[in-house]
Every structure is written in C-alpha cells, then in structure tokens.
C-alpha cells in the first residue's frame, strides 16, 4: 500500500539478548549503524535507543520486495510501498529498561537469537516477556550467525528456538535463518516483515499521545539569546495527530522547588528524519520543536514524559496500586520471590522508568520517586533485584 505521509508508518522493534546481531540487521536494511553514541562505539553494544527508518519498495518490473532504488534481482525500477522506522533496543542485562521503555513504541518486533548459543539466554527471555507484557504479538524471529555452525547444529538450534516460544506471543512467529554479516536470507526477512507486521489502524481522531525517548538542546555553545532556538523533544506518536502551532503540555513536567510541575508549550516545527511536516502522525520517530528553555530539554532530561494536548493528558501518579503477576522463574535463577513490604522496585510505564517502594502488598502500592503520567489499565513492567542487578519478574495493571 503506498504511504500518504512522509514519516514512518510503523514501529518495528530489534530485540533479543546482547552481540546476537541485532544492530548488525538494522545496519542491513538500512544502511545505518545505529550505535552512535560515544560509548557504544567504544564497548561495541547498544546503550541507548537506536532508530533508523527504511523504505520496503516493490519492483515494478519483476514484483519482488528490496529496500534498494534498482531492484537486485532484474534491474528494474522500484517503488516504494511502505515506510518502515526500526527501533534498534539494547541486548545488555544492565539496560534491561532502556529495552523496556522501547517496546512501549513498538507495533511489532523482530526478535534476533544467534544460532551458535543455547536458547535462551537471559536477555532473550526477558525480552520475549516485555514482548508478552504488552501484547506485541506480531512478531518476525531471526535465526542469525548460521554462517558460524553445521546444518546440525543450526537445526537443534531451531529446535530450541520452537520451544522456547511455544506458549508465548511468538510461538506461531515465522523463523528466518540468516546471517546478517553477509545479508544472507536479508530478501526473505523483508518480504516475511511485509507478511508478518501489518501497519496498525490508527485513531486519528483521539486526543494526541506523544511518549518522548529523546530531548535535546539543538543550540551551539556561545549562540546569542536572540537567535535562540526552544528545546526539542522526540518520541512517536502512540495515538491522535499533531500539528504545527498546537498549543501542548508535557507531563509529569520538570522538577522545580521540590515538586514536579507540568509544562505548557507550543509546537513550532515537526519533522521525521530530514523531512519536515505540517502535522505529524502515529509511526516513526518524530521531533518536536517548542518555544521551551533549552536547559529544560538539554541531555535526555524530558525522557519518561508524555504529550498532548493541554489539559487531554492523563493525570499524574506519586504513586501506584498494581493487580501484579511474578514470571514463575527467569534464566539463570530459582524461582521468583515475592515482594516485601518496603522493598524497592523499578517501574517502566511507557517510556518512563522510575524506582518506588512498596508501602503495600494486598494491592501491591509503590511510592514513587519520580512520578510518572499514566492512567487505570496501563502496564507496569515490573523488574527487582536479583544478584545485583535489575531484572524482568513481572508486570502490573495500575488499578
């Protein structure tokens, strides 16, 4: 179906455990390396999240789908018939969080296991049950790194994978073998993208969601006041439109004299990527400028915050009631234990992460350090303490 918008038109998440090649796939479809940040470049992973979108184009000649201008398999020209943006999510046990805030933007998922490990590991498991938190259920699973075993190998690979997701949202999910080094099998994972992730229906006419990922100050160091730009936000739309001029709000807001406090600012630009936009809709990665203070926007600050219209956006939480479920185990521990009264958890609600502690367990209620903007219904990724670091054991409904 040919796009009407120049953006986007659905969210496609790169998951899976860490080094089994997911920004390696994005880099195969689209020609960019999303790890760009200092430090990713340094340890040789993802830190935060990774985005780049890529256009699926159909031969005009032959019929067959590419992501290139000519096509590669007769020559002829290609047109393009839908705009796809990849979330490329960190792997490491550590970002966990990160992954988690990522999946909330997600249409759909790519769930990449490497074909010379034992399945799962622990990062799979936790990210095919973000996957199964929030219902992504429309799922491509890609068997990479073939290049590296035996056909037997590769198959009781298979065999694992089948059983690892039998149960789950992803047990009817196509597998594709690749080796995305090589852009091996990359026609058959493209055409199976088409098949397997539809672009959702769309409310256009809701009241506007934006759930932000990125904040930036764009200005140079020394710039003048007068030639100020306002601070930019980035997220994606998860419901209604947005348009040039429309008066908005940011929730929970900044922090200022001890308390949170919601900020109310106006749209000045929108663009998708190089494009600019008159109104922005659901899908992509979307950058919003406002007439705010830079410093309010400056290094990721805005991150966790949502949206929309003035007065439309749901209210803001100190704290929250969860009906809550433990995942009976995960990869590489006993058996979950419950809560404790008093203990502190990390909760992910959208893009926001924040750390609470449970003041009761019957419903389970957390006191929040940092509020968050959420309404009843809405999923909690719930992760605890095990051995040191922050792992998936669950998720809530906030009551």
């Not at 739309?237 to 004299?257: A, F, S």
Request: aromatic share 4%; glycine share 8%; net charge positive.
């Amino acid at each position: 179906m040919q796009y009407k918008t120049k953006q986007a038109q659905v969210n496609i998440g790169l998951v899976g455990h860490v080094d089994h090649g997911k920004t390696t796939i994005t880099y195969a479809l689209t020609g960019k390396w999303t790890d760009t940040h200092s430090e990713e470049l340094k340890r040789g992973i993802t830190i935060k999240l990774g985005y780049a979108d890529v256009e699926i184009r159909k031969c005009k000649k032959c019929g067959k789908l590419t992501v290139e201008k000519k096509c590669p398999y007769c020559g002829g020209d290609t047109e393009v018939e839908r705009k796809v943006a990849l979330v490329d999510a960190p792997g490491h046990e550590t970002l966990v969080t990160v992954m988690l805030s990522g999946a909330a933007l997600m249409d759909g998922a790519i769930l990449v296991i490497a074909a010379n490990e034992e399945v799962p590991q622990p990062q799979t498991y936790e990210h095919l049950m973000a996957l199964d938190i929030l219902n992504i259920d429309k799922i491509v699973i890609v068997q990479n790194k073939i290049d590296l075993v035996s056909k037997e190998e590769a198959m009781k690979n298979y065999e694992q994978i089948k059983k690892f997701v039998k149960g789950t949202v992803a047990e009817n999910a196509p597998i594709i073998p690749m080796a995305a080094n090589h852009k091996v099998n990359l026609d058959k994972l493209i055409e199976t993208i088409e098949d397997a992730i539809p672009t959702p229906k769309r409310d256009l006419n809701k009241d506007p969601l934006m759930y932000i990922v990125r904040s930036f100050d764009v200005n140079k160091p020394g710039s003048s006041i007068d030639n100020l730009i306002g601070g930019v936000v980035g997220g994606s739309i998860i419901q209604g439109k947005l348009k040039i001029n429309d008066k908005v709000e940011l929730r929970p807001g900044i922090y200022l004299d001890k308390r949170w406090i919601p900020v109310k600012t106006e749209i000045k630009e929108l663009s998708a990527g190089k494009e600019r936009l008159k109104e922005a809709l659901p899908g992509g990665l979307i950058a919003v400028a406002t007439d705010l203070d830079p410093a309010f926007t400056k290094d990721d600050q805005m991150i966790g915050n949502i949206l929309g219209k003035v007065d439309k956006l749901p209210p803001i939480l100190n704290e929250v009631k969860l009906e809550f479920k433990l995942f009976k185990r995960i990869v590489g521990t006993d058996k979950i234990e419950s809560f404790k009264k008093g203990e502190v958890i990390v909760l992910t609600v959208g893009t926001a992460v924040t750390i609470g502690k449970i003041t009761k367990l019957k419903p389970l209620v957390v006191e929040l350090k940092r509020p968050i903007c959420g309404d009843k219904g809405w999923i909690a990724a719930i992760s605890k303490k095990i051995g040191g670091r922050w792992r998936l054991v669950g998720y809530g409904k906030i009551l």
